[in-house]
């Protein structure tokens, strides 16, 4: 990553937390001129310069500021993802999307720099029958949105004049595994696929959020931010654009019901996002869900 200064160890960076996952790894590249940024991960990736930090562990975090700091601002990508196998593993889902925000919150509040932390549709629902306002009461459904609520609860909580959250969906990008990676390779095998299609959201590419989330750290008021590509569909209609748009003709795509397809964690039906407050922030939305597939299908890293 570029620094602003020949030392190091002089120059104030951004440190980005889940720095090999999908959309963190993608925070790293969109990172602006004049930025300088450091990742922590789990595992090795480019960028990542701190592997291995339990991000839970309150003198881990601090070790982790005085090592590789002074940090001008956090964006907290990390996170239990894993939305079905969370419903039995509640304990390590609540300490990494729950608990490392209070703690990584606390250390921002010390260091009086502002943290921009990623959440979830999932804190919500999914009976509203409008896109949901950030000021919309929560209702999570699965432990995951319960864990990544309290996660958004502890680091307000812990730094209030200092923290952003950035409430996101159906995400996909260069890196990692997602919807579009997984229907592709489905479609290329099989002559027919079932996919959901009472299940509405917007499909967001992290190509579209990340410049997004350095925008909402730099220049948005601390408070909750909604961010998603705009426009929204189903699944099923995701996948058909998807089919589509990789010229796939061999697969036959059919609608079902959440009912026919059940999963561990209940999803929200419905959780399109207001991101009026976003807009305004930046002076303009993410791309329309379409334009952006198009986009990350047409690039060369998809
Ligand atoms: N994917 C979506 O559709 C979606 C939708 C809405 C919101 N979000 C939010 O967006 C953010 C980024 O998600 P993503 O899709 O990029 O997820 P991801 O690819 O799973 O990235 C998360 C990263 O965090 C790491 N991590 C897990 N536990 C950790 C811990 N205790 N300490 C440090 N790092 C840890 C993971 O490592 P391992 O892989 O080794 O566990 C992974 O590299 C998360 O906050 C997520 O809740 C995602």
Redesign the pocket.
């Known amino acids: 990553m570029s620094t602003q200064d020949s030392d190091p160890k002089k120059s104030a960076k951004v440190l980005v ?9 993608q925070v790293l590249l969109s990172m602006p001129d004049g930025e300088s940024a450091v990742g ?4 090795e ?1 480019p960028g990542v310069v701190a592997v ?5 562990d309150e003198a881990a975090v601090a070790q982790l500021f005085a090592k590789h700091g002074p940090f001008n601002g956090v964006i ?7 939305v079905d196998l969370a419903e039995e593993e509640t304990v ?1 889902a609540q ?3 729950a608990d ?1 925000c209070g703690v990584l919150a606390r250390a921002c509040a010390a260091a009086q720099i502002p943290l921009a ?6 804190v919500f629902d999914g009976k509203s029958e409008r896109p949901y306002l950030e000021s919309d009461p929560t209702g999570p459904l699965s432990v ?1 949105g319960s864990t ?1 609520l309290a996660g958004e609860e502890q680091a307000l909580a812990a730094h209030p004049t200092g923290t952003r959250i950035v ?7 260069p ?5 579009p990676r997984t229907i592709e390779a489905l479609a290329r095998e099989r002559d027919e696929l079932k996919i959901v299609s009472d299940q509405i959201g917007s499909p ?1 590419s ?1 190509l579209e959020l990340s410049p997004a989330l350095w925008d909402v750290l730099r220049k948005g008021e601390p408070g909750i931010y909604h961010a998603a590509c705009e426009e929204s569909c189903s699944w099923y209609e995701f996948a058909c654009a998807i089919v589509v748009l990789c010229g796939i003709e061999s697969v036959k795509l059919m609608p079902c019901s959440t009912e026919e397809f059940p999963r561990p964690a209940v999803r929200p039906a419905y959780s399109v996002l207001d991101c009026t407050k976003l807009r305004e922030l930046r002076g303009k939305p993410l791309a329309p869900w379409r334009e952006a597939l198009s986009t990350y299908l047409g690039s060369e890293d998809h």
Request: charged residues 15%; hydrophobic residues 40%; aromatic residues 12%.
């Open positions: 937390t889940g720095a090999a996952g999908m959309l963190g790894s922590t991960d789990l595992k990736a291995g930090v339990d991000l839970a907290h990508c990390a996170a239990y993802t894993a390590l300490r990494v999307n490392a932390m990623v959440s979830t549709d999932f995951y990544k409430r996101t969906q159906w995400l996909y990008g890196r990692g595994k997602h919807f967001t992290t």
